[in-house]
């Protein structure tokens, strides 16, 4: 998509980034292949049903098949309003939270308090902090303090706070390197920081933030002050020693408001040992993340050297033994079954936990086909009944659609089975499939009998395995296919689905370039060519997003299903339970993975014929299996107990 | 005490659960693979989610939707989070379980 931002003001961002900082984003923003036009002072948008273009005030026409508008955070007041409460630009609250009317308070966005309306979170949860504490009969008071802005664009770095207007009792500090994009601006009033800009690297953020929240006196560290904290005093300091040195109470978790004191005393008091677990106890670096390297410094900080994140991480509490050990050892030592992995491995627990049990599952089942029983007590609910969970205990399910390819009998089937059982939902998902949401669990085996009539089977839509392959119609219609996309996709579904796999597999198969199917966001995805196959793979579109990279290029498509089977086969027996491809194949090379897939033969032929052996096990339809009776008593109740029972 | 039979142990899976429906509300009956049997309510404290269908671990369960770990002793949560679901006794004689119709009116309470 061709996109071009418009922007009233003359810079981008200019509440938060002076000018010089606003132009050094627009520049790194257009560099990401998106255009700005600023002082762009819109005057109509053009078009009669649809739109066509936006004009603006200077007669510049932009063409435009899409028009987006941003206009910034406005109080919804009219309750307030409606209720007698003075209203200014939000609710108006004293520093206690509490309205015009006594018995009133207001907090978050539409809250006004000492003439400012907020709009980030931090602020918010302080006043929300106040209001309890005053419900609870306590003092407290709101103290506004300026929020840094960070922008949470990837490669673009940005960080501001304070007032950084020019003024004749203002002075500032400079730093500018400009081929390297970094720009700082301190802004100082009688010798204390009042305002900061900086661009590019960010780091010291935190540091200028604190010196300016305690109104430090900056005189003597004047002339090495924009360097950072790092060039005060003697020697270096590293950066280890600049987290040390930050006070208390200085925020290191923006999104939720954690301060360093939260931190380092959740450190020492629950014994935690790792980010995961800082996460779980204090929420700081869970939202956004951007914080994560100061977490794991203060982390470092508390624990020396017992802590070490490059360390192999334990699978769970359960064993001090980290993923690829106990996958070497299972194998080395013949384990085949839970018990004896536990057993001979040493767990610390009787029965494993919900973390290390599915993954020993999933790696008992690639090591041992057709030897070890799968342990059903031992997957997520989801992979036990074969269709989805919802919030409300319901499940939703999904029938395989091979390639996305569907016809008036199966839709037909699908519309029955809806009609019969009275799904609530019916939803097309993201990978050309048809969902059907708020199945009671009682009635997935009549539904599935239903659907099997019509030669559904399951489309693992629950699966830590293949899920779908995405297709367009390529040269069977498109007047840009290049080859034959959809029969491709549905050949590769046919051959790989029901294997199970580290985490979900999704893939696509596009018939040209301009790639219809998304296939360059996948796991593993084919663009069809003139000369051939391009195999994609270890993309992602979800928690991140990352295009793919390019395994290689074959001719033919028997070429290309063996390399994609070799490939998905390579990653079944390598990577760690729940690590998707892209993941994997960042800690095991690129280069690598080509090597053994793309340029090795034998390796190739090796895991593909492995992959073969184990679909013999694989591929039984487990809906099927549980219309004849299968699992019987995970779709009903043990017993119904009455009224008249339960009053005897 | 009134005890209601609710099926036998074999009923339920090692390592698994079964429900047991009543018109106060759903009870899940857990097996653990000691073979000891506890009854909790099918509710997570925390959304509310049907602990019936979570995964078996010693004598706790975690919950299907967000992964709160239960005991099903006491019915707190562990880890990091804390709430409780009500735990409702159980009687087992040989093979056979029972639970009280005085605890089921008290779950409503």
Redesign the interface.
């Known amino acids: 998509m061709d996109v071009t931002v418009l922007h009233l003001m003359p810079t981008l961002m200019e509440r938060q980034l002076d000018p010089a900082a606003g132009y050094l984003l627009e520049k790194a923003v257009d560099a990401r292949g998106i255009k700005v036009i600023t002082k762009a002072n819109t005057k109509a948008i053009l078009g009669d049903r649809k739109v066509e273009a936006v004009e603006l005030a200077d007669g510049t026409i932009i063409p435009a098949t899409l028009v987006v508008m941003a206009a910034g955070i406005k109080p919804n007041a009219w309750l307030a309003t409606e209720a007698g409460l003075e209203v200014n630009r939000g609710i108006l609250v004293d520093a206690g939270m509490q309205t015009s009317d006594s018995s009133i308070l207001a907090i978050g966005e539409c809250a006004e308090v000492g003439g400012h309306v907020y709009g980030l979170v931090a602020p918010l949860y302080e006043m929300a902090r106040v209001a309890a504490a005053r419900l609870a009969g306590k003092d407290a008071s709101f103290t506004h303090s300026d929020t840094p802005t960070k922008l949470k664009v990837t490669g673009i770095d940005v960080f501001s706070v304070g007032d950084f207007a020019d003024g004749d009792d203002r002075q500032e500090i400079v730093l500018r390197d400009a081929s390297a994009g970094v720009y700082r601006r301190l802004v100082l009033k009688e010798n204390r920081i009042i305002g900061t800009v900086l661009f590019g690297e960010v780091t010291e953020g935190a540091w200028f933030t604190d010196l300016k929240k305690r109104e430090v006196y900056i005189s003597e560290m004047r002339d090495t002050l924009i360097f950072g904290q790092a060039y005060q005093g003697g020697t270096p300091l590293d950066p280890m020693a600049a987290v040390a040195a930050l006070p208390d109470d200085a925020e290191i978790c923006g999104c939720n408001g954690v301060c360093k004191g939260k931190i380092t005393a959740a450190i020492s008091a ?1 014994g935690l040992t790792s980010l995961d677990d800082v996460r ?2 204090t929420k700081a670096s869970a939202s956004c993340g951007s914080c994560t390297g100061l977490v794991e410094q203060l982390l470092k900080l508390s624990l020396g050297d017992a802590y070490n994140p490059a360390a192999v991480q334990p699978i769970c509490p359960c064993t001090p033994l980290g993923h690829d050990d106990v996958r070497r050892l299972i194998k080395v030592l013949g384990l085949r079954t839970i018990e004896a992995v536990m057993q001979e491995l040493e767990w610390k ?6 973390k290390c ?2 993954a020993l599952n999933y790696y008992l089942v690639c090591e041992w086909p057709g030897v070890y029983a799968d342990d ?7 992979e036990r ?1 074969h269709a989805n ?1 919802q ?3 319901t499940y939703s399910v999904v029938p395989r659609m091979w390639g996305g390819v569907t016809s008036a009998n199966e839709l037909r089937a699908i519309a029955d089975v809806v009609d019969k059982f009275a799904i609530p939902t019916v939803k097309v998902t993201g990978g050309q499939r048809i969902d059907m949401l708020g199945i009671r669990k009682e009635d997935l085996p009549a539904v599935w009998a239903d659907l099997g009539k019509a030669g559904f089977v399951s489309g693992h839509a629950y699966a830590k395995g293949l899920r779908t392959v995405k297709t367009c119609v390529g040269s069977d219609w498109c007047r840009f296919g290049t080859q034959d996309s959809t029969g491709l996709g549905i050949r590769i579904e046919k051959f790989m689905w029901g294997s199970w796999t580290p985490a979900k597999v999704k893939m696509a198969v596009s018939g040209c370039p301009r790639n219809c199917a998304e296939a360059t966001c996948k796991d593993v995805g084919v663009i069809c060519v003139e000369a051939g196959f391009e195999i994609h793979f270890a993309g992602a579109a979800g928690l991140d997003i990352k295009g793919t990279e390019v395994l290689g290029l074959v001719k033919t498509e028997d070429e290309a299903l063996e390399v994609i089977v070799a490939l998905v086969q390579m990653y079944r027996e390598q990577a760690r339970y729940l690590e998707r491809i892209y993941k994997w194949a960042k800690r095991i090379g690129i280069e690598e993975i080509r090597n053994q897939i793309f340029s090795d033969k034998e390796k190739r032929e090796a895991f593909f014929d492995r992959f073969v052996l184990s679909q013999q096990f694989a591929q039984v339809d487990p809906w099927s299996e549980r219309v004849s009776g299968k699992d019987k ?1 995970e779709f009903a ?7 008249l ?4 | 005490m009134g005890w209601i039979k609710i099926g036998s142990l074999t009923d339920i899976p090692r390592r698994g659960a079964r429900c047991v429906t009543t018109p106060q509300g759903r009870i899940a009956v857990f097996r653990t693979a000691e073979d000891q049997v506890f009854a909790i309510e099918d509710r997570c404290p925390h959304k509310g989610g049907p602990l019936s269908q979570g995964i078996v671990h010693g004598a706790s369960v975690t919950c299907p939707l967000h992964n709160w770990v239960i005991s099903l002793e006491s019915g707190k949560a562990l880890g990091a989070d804390e709430g409780a679901v009500r735990t409702v006794p159980v009687k087992v004689d040989g093979e056979q379980l029972f639970v009280t119709g005085e605890m089921l009116s008290d779950l409503v309470a």
């Open positions: 629950k779980t106890h627990t009787s029965c494993g936990c919900a049990r599915p059903y007590q031992s997957r997520f609910i989801n009944v969970i919030k409300d205990g008593h109740p043990m017993a119904a107990v009455g009224l029972q339960a009053a005897e």
